[in-house]
């Protein structure tokens, strides 16, 4: 299992750096020349535009692979390519929610086509970072010991 980021929104990713170097996992950043990265992460470098990251992920993931992205229509391509999605609430997105959050967003979307604010995600607070890196760690050895056995 590889760990593939979808850098362009993707928090923790240096505490998901040291939990895929403790564990032993490769974990490759997707961002587009718009974006900067500070560290040495290995990354997968795509063109300015729409969906241009989201696209190299679904080109380059591989089943059993975990992707961490708060995209919904990047997660459907995933989950189709038998990989796990988590997102960054800690989440994980499955064949059971895909369908709910495909349809929440389409909604919210329509919602702002007729102008109507829809008020955004609360500030991410310590708490929640938290929860996301444990569940992350869980995915981790959960696999470790998948592959032990």
């Given at each position: ?48 535009g729409k ?22 229509g990047l ?75």
């Open positions: 299992m590889r760990v593939l980021i979808d850098g362009d929104a993707c928090p923790n990713k240096k505490e998901i750096k040291q939990l895929c170097q403790q564990y032993g996992f490769e974990m490759i950043v997707f961002i587009d020349y718009a974006h900067q990265i500070s560290d040495d992460y290995q990354c997968v470098i795509c063109d300015i969906d241009s990251v989201d696209q190299a992920i679904v080109e380059n993931v591989l089943p059993g692979d975990l992707v961490i992205s708060q995209d919904y997660a459907s391509l995933v989950l189709l390519k038998d990989a796990k999605v988590l997102h960054p609430t800690g989440k994980m997105i499955n064949e059971d929610n895909i369908s709910n959050l495909l349809m929440s967003r389409y909604l919210g979307h329509q919602e702002r086509k007729r102008s109507h604010h829809i008020k955004g995600p609360k500030k991410r607070t310590q708490k929640d970072q938290d929860i996301f890196l444990r569940q992350v760690e869980k995915l981790l050895i959960h696999e470790l010991f998948k592959e032990d056995a």
